[in-house]
């Protein structure tokens, strides 16, 4: 599976989801990229995310293992853009102002209902002097809906 895939796949969540955010991971093992889900246990679910503890845990340990590489952390945005928010930034990033989980992206999608449609989706990565956004581009899946509501500027 690769990234397209894997986006699809979190889009799929994410809209399955609407109008809860969704989070979890894109991961690359041995088979390529994929999206795994994570419960949302946060207390407001509507305007954000918070990792089921559990399975958090496991996802980490699985990459301690050598098992996984995280490749990025995805969560949506109901009927909103995909910038990387104030809230966003501030949870990815230290006391100091550095990464918290530097070399892994943040993987941002705007789900827009009724309908819910993926409209727009972004990856966030820390470069020195800040986060910089670069558009993620999905390529219809086979079986996908949500990637039929793409917008042509992506």
Known sequence: ?????????????????????????????????????????????????????????????????????????VHSHCDADASFSERDRRDATTADGHPLYPGVEHWVLSIRGPGPRLDEAMAWTWRPGGWTGRALAPTPVAGCPSCVGVKNRL
Do not use: K, Y
């Open 1 to 73: 599976m690769c990234e397209a895939a894997a986006l699809a796949a979190a889009a799929a969540h994410a809209c399955a989801r609407w109008p809860l955010e969704a989070c979890g991971l894109a991961v690359r093992a041995a088979a390529g990229v994929r999206f795994v889900p994570v419960v949302n246990v946060s207390p407001d679910p509507r305007t954000s995310f918070a990792f089921a503890p559990a399975e958090q845990l496991a996802l980490w340990r699985a990459e301690a293992a050598g098992h996984l590489a995280i490749v990025a952390i």
